[in-house]
């Protein structure tokens, strides 16, 4: 599936605390050209971008959050928002958290690191050696879920029906533990033998 980015663009000629947030199946950079027009004395500043392939989903979750949460938007009929970027980032980031290709390019990160780290693989079962019909434990609810098979997707079932730990999450996740985003990385919230996911990866990778 192609690829497109969701950008968070600035400009000069804004106030500080003024995002364009847009989406483009092409490059950012040809975007940034494009959009600057005689209307405008200065050209974009690219912020941020997120590429997946899940582009659209991802800035019509953007633009929804910030609407409902935030009432930022400058017009209903414009992608531009009221706040300042490292908050539009955020949520960018907190949303894309569960799009297993979703990468980030946030430049005066790579300056101030020297250098781009590299995103980590995706969460497999196989991580950590959970094999079909491992049991695992819900811990926001207790509820108790079967591993279906490993392939990228974490599949598991519950209740005779089959989902994803993201799509399970946010399916039976209870109201008081919601984040604001709705959006969740599985791995976090499910545990196996009294180990959290999360934990069992970075003891297998030898982090802990």
């Known amino acids: 599936m ?9 400009n000069p000629a804004f106030k500080e605390d003024w995002v364009k947030i847009g989406k483009t199946a092409g490059t950012v950079e040809k975007r940034m050209e494009d959009l600057f027009t005689t209307a405008l004395p200065k050209p ?7 590429q997946t392939s899940k582009f659209n989903e991802l800035e019509k ?3 929804h ?6 009432k930022s938007r400058v017009d209903e009929r414009r992608e531009f928002f009221q706040l300042v970027p490292s908050e539009a980032l955020a949520v960018l980031r907190e949303l894309a ?21 590299t995103p980590a693989p995706a969460f497999r079962f196989s991580m950590v050696h959970l094999s079909p019909g491992a049991e695992l ?20 079932s519950f209740e005779g029906k ?16 919601r984040n604001r985003v709705d ?16 934990k069992l990866r970075a003891e297998y990778e030898g982090k802990e």
């Open 137 to 156: 434990v819900f811990e926001p609810t207790g509820a108790r879920v079967y591993v279906v098979e490993d392939k990228g997707d974490n599949k598991i």
């Open 61 to 63: 979750q953007a633009h």
């Open 44 to 50: 974009f500043d690219l912020y941020a971008w997120c």
């Open 97 to 117: 958290a569960t799009i297993d290709d979703a990468e980030f390019y946030v430049p005066h990160e790579v300056q101030a690191a020297a250098q781009k780290s």
């Open 65 to 70: 959050i910030l609407d409902k949460l935030t």
């Open 162 to 177: 089959i989902y994803t730990l993201s799509g399970f999450c946010k399916a039976f996740m209870p109201d008081n533990k």
């Open 2 to 10: 192609k690829k497109g980015y969701v950008y968070i663009l600035t």
């Open 183 to 198: 959006a969740y990385q599985g791995p976090h919230y499910f545990s196996y033998d009294g180990t959290l996911l999360v």
